[in-house]
C-alpha cells in the first residue's frame, strides 16, 4: 500500500492548539504516575542482588537551593544554612552508598554519572570532593565516564568550575530560564546577564565537552518581543545543548507557583510564537532540534545520536549512552531497572530515618513483568527516540486506526507492508512527539495526565 502523508493545511500554531493536551513526558513507561507502594527495600535489594557485569549510570540527587524559584517543579529543599544541611546529607548518602554496595555481589562500574538537583553546587569545594571520593569509593570510574552536572550560576565562581573539570566532570548544565530583568524578577530569580556571560566564559576556559543551557517559555511577563533578548543572549552564549522547557504550571500541586499571578502569565498564543522563534532562531544558527524541547549543536554527540538513531531516554531525558540500569541515590531519586522501577524517599527525614536504620531507603516504584507492556515501552520509546517504529497491524489496529487522524494532519507518515505498518514522525509532528507516543499508552487514552504541550 502507498505511504499515506497529507500535508498539514494546519499551520503549527493551529496544530499545537489543537493537540495541547495534557501528556507525559515518557522519561519512562509505565510513567511515575504507576508507582506505588507494591515496591519498597525488599524489591529494591532482589533487584541488586542479580550479578552482572555490565557498567552503569549512577544519578546522585542533591536536593538543596538557597533560594526558591516561584516556578520551580523540581524536587528540592530551600535553606540557606549550607554545611549545617550539607554534612547529615553526606553522612546519609554514604550509608545509602555502603547499603547499596553491600547489596550487589560484586563492584560495578560507572559509564555514567549525573548530579542534579536541587542544586549541586549549592556543596562546597570540600563538600564536592568528599562526595565525588564517596562516587569512587564503591565504584570504578569507566577511563571515558560521562559525568554530568546541574549548577545554578547564580552561585557559581571560577575556582568552583576548575575544582569540577578536574574532578572528571566533563559535561554541564546550568538554568537561564530567562535573562529579561522584569520576568526574573517575577520568578524569584536574579541572575544579571553579565553574571551568565562570565559563568560561560568559566566553562569554556575549563573545557568542557559539552555546555547544556536551561530555558522556560511561558514565564510570568514573558512576551514575544522580552523573549528575544534570552535567544539573542542564547545566540551569543552558543552553547552545546539546550534545554527549552515549556512552564509546567501547576499552583494546586505546587504551593509556591501560587506567588506567581495566572494574570502575568504570556497566552497560549504567545508561547507558540516564542517556541516558534526560537526554534527559527536555532535552527538557521547550528542546531539540531532533538525532540520537543532539545536542541543541540550539529556536532555535539546528542545530535550526533539523533542522526544516527542511537538516542536513549531516561529520568534525565535524552541521553547518548547505551541502554544502561540507571542507579538513583540521594533523598526522591529514581532507579530504572528493565523490570523494575524504585523511588528513594521524597522527604528528607523519612531518608535519613530509613538509611538509619540500614534500610534501602526506597518509597515506591514499580515491577513491569508483563510483556505487553514491555513491548508498549519498546515502541514509545523508539517514537521517542528513533522517531519511528514498526508494528504487527493486525495487534495495534485500534492505535493505527488513531494514527489515520494524525497522519491527516501531517504529523506523521504511515506505511503498510504485508501486515506491518510503519510510522515515521514529521518535522512538524516533533513538536507533537508526546501526543503520538500518547496513541500506544492505555492509560493515556482513559485518562489524560502529564503537562500541557506548551
Ligand atoms: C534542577 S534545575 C537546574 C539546576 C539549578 N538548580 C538551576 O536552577 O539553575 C532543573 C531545571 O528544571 C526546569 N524547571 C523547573 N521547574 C520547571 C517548571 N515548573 N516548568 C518547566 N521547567 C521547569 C528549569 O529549567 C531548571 O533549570
Ligand atoms: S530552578 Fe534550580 S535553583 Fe531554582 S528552585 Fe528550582 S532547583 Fe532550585
Redesign the pocket.
Known amino acids: 500500500m502507498p505511504s499515506i502523508a497529507t500535508p498539514s493545511r494546519l499551520s503549527p500554531i493551529e496544530l499545537l492548539l489543537k493537540y495541547d493536551q495534557p501528556v507525559p513526558r515518557y522519561t519512562s513507561y509505565p510513567t511515575a504516575a504507576a508507582f506505588g507502594p507494591a515496591v519498597g527495600a525488599a524489591q529494591m535489594a532482589a533487584q541488586l542482588a542479580q550479578p552482572s557485569s555490565d557498567p552503569l549510570s549512577l544519578y546522585v540527587h542533591v536536593p538543596f ?5 516561584w ?4 524536587n ?1 529543599v ?1 535553606t540557606q544554612l549550607g554545611s549545617t544541611v550539607v554534612a547529615p546529607y553526606l553522612a546519609a548518602l554514604a550509608k545509602e552508598l555502603e547499603l547499596v554496595s553491600a547489596a550487589m555481589p560484586q563492584r560495578r562500574r560507572l559509564a555514567q554519572l549525573h548530579w542534579g ?3 549541586p553546587n549549592y556543596l562546597n569545594a570540600e563538600e564536592t570532593q568528599t562526595l565525588w571520593g564517596l562516587i569512587a569509593q564503591h565504584f570504578d570510574l569507566e577511563p571515558d565516564l560521562e559525568a554530568s552536572i ?1 549548577v ?1 550560576p ?1 552561585f557559581l565562581s571560577r575556582d568552583h568550575v576548575l575544582q569540577l573539570r578536574s574532578l572528571g566532570f566533563n559535561r554541564i548544565s546550568f ?1 537561564i ?1 530567562d535573562a529579561d530583568p522584569e520576568v526574573q524578577r517575577a520568578v524569584n ?1 536574579l541572575v544579571p546577564v553579565e553574571q551568565l556571560r562570565r559563568a560561560m566564559d568559566w566553562l569554556r576556559e575549563a573545557n568542557f565537552d559539552s555546555v547544556n543551557v536551561d530555558l522556560i517559555c511561558g514565564l510570568p511577563l514573558q512576551t514575544p518581543e522580552r523573549f528575544q533578548t534570552t535567544l539573542e543572549l542564547v545566540r551569543q552564549l552558543r552553547p552545546d545543548r539546550i534545554s527549552l522547557f515549556s512552564f509546567a504550571y501547576l499552583p494546586e500541586l505546587l504551593p509556591l507557583q501560587r506567588k506567581i499571578a495566572a494574570d502575568d502569565l504570556p497566552s497560549q498564543r504567545e508561547r507558540i510564537t516564542m517556541l516558534e522563534a526560537a526554534n527559527q532562531l536555532l535552527t538557521a544558527n547550528g542546531y539540531d532540534a532533538i525532540g520537543m524541547d532539545h536542541y543541540a549543536l550539529r556536532g555535539d554527540s546528542l545530535a550526533i545520536a539523533a542522526r544516527e538513531g542511537k538516542l536513549h531516554r531516561n529520568f534525565q531525558g535524552y541521553t547518548t549512552g547505551g541502554e544502561l540500569e540507571l542507579l538513583g541515590v540521594g533523598p526522591t531519586a529514581i532507579s530504572q531497572f528493565t523490570q523494575l522501577f524504585a523511588q528513594n524517599h521524597r522527604d528528607l527525614k523519612a531518608y535519613y530515618r530509613a538509611v538509619e536504620a540500614g534500610q534501602l531507603p526506597v518509597e515506591r516504584g514499580l515491577e513491569v513483568r508483563d510483556p505487553a507492556v514491555l513491548e508498549r515501552r519498546a515502541i514509545i520509546k523508539a517514537v521517542m527516540c528513533q522517531f519511528q517504529v514498526s508494528v504487527e497491524l493486525d495487534r495495534f489496529a485500534g492505535e493505527w486506526q488513531q494514527l489515520q487522524a494524525l497522519a491527516a494532519d501531517g504529523l506523521v507518515q504511515l506505511n503498510q507492508q504485508g501486515g506491518i505498518g510503519t510510522l515515521r514522525v514529521t518535522t512538524a509532528g516533533r513538536w507533537l512527539i508526546r501526543t503520538i507516543a500518547a496513541v500506544f499508552d492505555p492509560q493515556q487514552r482513559q485518562q489524560a495526565r502529564g503537562s500541557r504541550l506548551v
Open positions: 537551593c538557597r533560594h526558591a524559584c516556578y520551580c517543579g523540581c528540592r530551600t538537583g536541587g542544586t546541574e545554578n547564580e538554568g530560564q530569580r
